[in-house]
């Protein structure tokens, strides 16, 4: 069996090498051939294998793979649904519970949002959190106290505003999942900043996850049509994110459960 694991050409750190050479090899062992392609390369040339395996948020690049018929995982429109903050929640609402939510409004040019940002204060209180709708590692997530903190973030970039979850400053729960099934979990706690993630300084820990969580994972997956993910919950069984393509490196590190076989496995099974 021939792949393709598409990467993105810009993002070549040491942590993503590290991430792809343990897919090729776990690729191996499960007899599939795969090769690696950026996201450049794949600009001007053509696909060519059983399926893809898209490590990647370049969307158009994605459905033009699916249009020439080769299965892409996670397929377009699941990543879609996820690389957009603003998207996921409200492809999730009313699917499982979610922090309170406000998003802002489309605007062609530069416009004055005091009425949104003075509604989002009344509904929302302080402190927020303000999310561009589109970033990873949680970058482009801030934490305001105040309106001139909110409107200091405020750029042409999409954005929603967040109810703060005090109980899970600087903690949740990471949860894969693939096929349907949680597969590892890993608590992630940060002492430093109200963002968990092991990119910001957060720590991980392999946890045993409530039933409760694992059927909002799993449900979070389903309804955003993912092969596999990492699912991100907060203490009061909130999810706040939910990731097409998670650095499975740190959780394996940390909880010793391999998730890349697992993927292939699954992938095997629906081709």
């Given at each position: 069996m021939n792949a393709i694991l598409v990467t993105n050409h810009f993002l070549n750190g040491e942590k993503y090498k590290e991430l792809h050479s343990h897919l090729l090899k776990s690729a191996k062992k499960c007899d599939i051939n795969?090769?690696?392609?950026?996201?450049?390369?794949?600009?001007?040339?053509?696909?060519?294998?059983?399926?893809?395996?898209?490590?990647?948020?370049?969307?158009?690049?994605?459905?033009?793979?699916?249009?020439?018929?080769?299965?892409?995982?996670?397929?377009?429109?699941?990543?879609?649904?996820?690389?957009?903050?603003?998207?996921?929640?409200?492809?999730?609402?009313?699917?499982?519970?979610?922090?309170?939510?406000?998003?802002?409004?489309?605007?062609?040019?530069?416009?004055?949002?005091?009425?949104?940002?003075?509604?989002?204060?009344?509904?929302?209180?302080?402190?927020?959190?303000?999310?561009?709708?589109?970033?990873?590692?949680?970058?482009?997530?801030?934490?305001?106290?105040?309106?001139?903190?909110?409107?200091?973030?405020?750029?042409?970039?999409?954005?929603?505003?967040?109810?703060?979850?005090?109980?899970?400053?600087?903690?949740?729960?990471?949860?894969?999942?693939?096929?349907?099934?949680?597969?590892?979990?890993?608590?992630?706690?940060?002492k430093s900043d109200f963002r968990s993630n092991v990119t910001n300084g957060g720590k991980m820990e392999m946890c045993t996850p409530s039933e409760y969580e694992i059927g909002t994972a799993i449900k979070a997956c389903e309804t955003l049509g993912l092969t596999f993910g990492g699912v991100d919950i907060l203490d009061d069984g909130s999810v706040c994110e939910v990731n097409s393509n998670a650095h499975i490196i740190n959780i394996m590190n940390s909880t010793g459960v391999d998730i890349a076989p697992l993927i292939f496995n699954a992938i095997k099974r629906k081709i």
């Open positions: 795969l090769k690696i392609k950026t996201n450049l390369e794949l600009a001007s040339e053509k696909v060519q294998g059983d399926f893809v395996l898209f490590w990647d948020k370049d969307i158009n690049l994605a459905r033009r793979i699916e249009k020439a018929g080769i299965p892409v995982f996670n397929s377009s429109e699941a990543i879609r649904k996820c690389d957009d903050k603003a998207l996921t929640y409200i492809e999730l609402e009313n699917i499982v519970k979610q922090p309170k939510t406000l998003i802002s409004p489309k605007c062609y040019f530069e416009v004055d949002l005091d009425e949104f940002v003075n509604k989002a204060i009344e509904i929302l209180g302080f402190p927020m959190v303000f999310k561009e709708c589109f970033g990873s590692y949680g970058f482009q997530v801030y934490l305001c106290n105040t309106p001139a903190d909110i409107f200091s973030r405020i750029t042409d970039k999409p954005f929603i505003l967040q109810e703060f979850i005090a109980e899970s400053s600087g903690c949740d729960k990471r949860l894969e999942v693939v096929d349907s099934k949680v597969v590892a979990c890993a608590r992630r706690v940060n």
